[in-house]
C-alpha cells in the first residue's frame, strides 16, 4: 500500500476508459451487491463521466471510486444521484471515499443541483456513517431494493433552500424517518 499523502484525485474522462475502466469494475463488482454489466458503466461514464472522480496511489492505480450523474427528476428539481462508491479496502478510512463524494456534489453542484440523492444497503454502516457526516438525510427504506434481497435506505441531501424547505417538489415517497428539512450542503473546501 502506498502512502496516503501521495494519493491523486482526478476527474474521470473518456480518455481514460482503456486505463481505468476494467479497474472500475472489477472494484465495484467486489465490493458492490449489483452485478453491473458494462453498458451500465458506459451509460454513466459517458453522459457524466466529469461527475465521475477517482482516486489513485503513487503509481497511478485505482484505489477508489464514485460514479454519479445530474438529470431533472420528474420534471422537476434537478437531481444528481450517486450511483457507485467503492474504496480498496486497505485504503479504506483514511479520507478517501469522503474526498471524492465531496469532488462529486461539488461538481453537481455547479451544474445547478438542487439535491443529490443515492441508496445504500442497511448493513452498511460505514456508508451510511459517511453520507449522514456529508449531511444526507435518510429518506425511505426500500425492502429488498438489491436483486440479493437486501434493503435500503434512501439518502437524500438538500443543496439549495428550495429543495431543502419542500417548496419546489414532491418526490413522491412518504418518509417514516425524522428529519431536518432546513439542513443543507456547506462546500468543504
Not at 475502466?21 to 465490493?31: G, T, V
Not at 435500503?152 to 417538489?169: D, M
Not at 424517518?177 to 450542503?185: A, D, I, K, L
Request: with cysteine; glycine share 6%; net charge neutral.
Amino acid at each position: 500500500m502506498s502512502d496516503p499523502t501521495t494519493v491523486r484525485y482526478i476527474r474521470y474522462s473518456s480518455e481514460q476508459e482503456t486505463t481505468y475502466l476494467p479497474a472500475i469494475r472489477q472494484m465495484i463488482s467486489k465490493d458492490l451487491s449489483e452485478p453491473y454489466s458494462i453498458y451500465v458503466y458506459r451509460y454513466f461514464l459517458y453522459q457524466w463521466g466529469d461527475l465521475c472522480f477517482m482516486a489513485l496511489d503513487g503509481k497511478s492505480n485505482l484505489i477508489g471510486v464514485v460514479v454519479s450523474k445530474l438529470e431533472p427528476h420528474r420534471g422537476g428539481p434537478m437531481r444528481g444521484y450517486i450511483a457507485m462508491l467503492a474504496v480498496k479496502e486497505e485504503y479504506r478510512g483514511k479520507g478517501i471515499a469522503t474526498k471524492i463524494v465531496r469532488m462529486a456534489i461539488d461538481a453537481m453542484i455547479e451544474r445547478d443541483a438542487d439535491e443529490i440523492a443515492l441508496e445504500t444497503e442497511v448493513t452498511n454502516t460505514a456508508a451510511m456513517k459517511l453520507y449522514e457526516r456529508l449531511g444526507f438525510l435518510r429518506s425511505k427504506r426500500l425492502h429488498r431494493y438489491y436483486l440479493n434481497g437486501n434493503t435500503a435506505f434512501r439518502f437524500l441531501l438538500y443543496v439549495k433552500e428550495t429543495a431543502a424547505s419542500g417548496g419546489i417538489y414532491d418526490d413522491g415517497y412518504e418518509s417514516n424517518e425524522s428529519q431536518n428539512p432546513t439542513q443543507s450542503y456547506s462546500r468543504v473546501s
